[in-house]
């Protein structure tokens, strides 16, 4: 199927029908737009200086909650008490510090001026959240991502020291598991998140599985509260 050039109707094509991965181009950043694109299984993904590019994979890479890999190492660090994790604690500082890190075989960031700003105003509305790691009262890796349903669909993370995107991860996962949320969209493999067990999907399943968390009410607001509001 032919990539779909986006106007201004909220709207996208079916996920399930796009080659490559890529579903559209063009459109917007608005969170009524991010927020369809999530709920349709749809994020996106591009380079500064080109059109919007909307993607969903297939296979598609997500982490089960309940089978998240815990390495002997990874729970020495934690039991020891490395690092303290906070949740909404420093939200732009992460998206800031996920953009500005190198990584290994990767020239420059996808994470773009204006997404930068678009994932600002859905933290604003209550919608996007981070998980971040603290070390001596100094900011030390963190993740961030958007959660509607019990669905949690991460963005990015990074590490400034040892295992503090890791410890991150566990953090999300101590997070959500009480919620009784099942699944954590990676997006696409790294080896960080395959050494932590994440499994690649068929996009058909993870369509599937995407409606049924969705039909759950989402936690909006700040997660540094005990039990965010509960919206349709």
Same mark, same amino acid.
């Given at each position: 199927?032919?990539?779909? #050039? ?29 927020? #369809? ?41 934690? =039991? ?131 409606? =049924? ?20």
């Amino acid at each position: 199927m032919p990539v779909q #050039l986006l106007g201004r109707a909220l709207a996208f094509p079916p996920p399930d029908q796009a080659e490559r991965g890529v579903v559209a181009v063009g459109g917007d950043l608005s969170p009524e737009r991010l927020l #369809l694109a999530y709920r349709s299984g749809i994020f996106p993904w591009y380079d500064e200086g080109l059109p919007i590019l909307w993607h969903s994979p297939d296979p598609r890479c997500v982490i089960l909650v309940d089978r998240l890999h815990v390495g002997r190492t990874l729970r020495r660090v934690i =039991a020891r008490g490395d690092y303290e994790i906070r949740h909404d604690g420093a939200f732009e500082r992460v998206l800031r510090a996920c953009k500005a890190t190198p990584r290994a075989g990767q020239d420059g960031t996808w994470i773009t001026d204006d997404m930068e700003r678009a994932y600002v105003r859905l933290h604003a509305l209550g919608y996007a959240h981070s998980v971040e790691t603290w070390q001596d009262g100094e900011l030390a890796g963190g993740l961030y991502g958007v959660s509607l349903g019990r669905m949690f669909f991460g963005e990015s993370m990074f590490s400034w020291r040892p295992n503090a995107s890791k410890v991150a991860l566990v953090g999300l996962r101590e997070k959500v598991a009480p919620w009784g949320f099942r699944v954590i969209d990676a997006q696409v493999p790294t080896p960080l998140t395959l050494s932590m067990g994440a499994e690649q999907w068929r996009r058909s399943h993870f369509l599937k599985v995407l409606a =049924a968390e969705l039909a759950h009410p989402t936690r909006k607001g700040s997660w540094a509260q005990a039990e965010p509001e509960l919206v349709p």
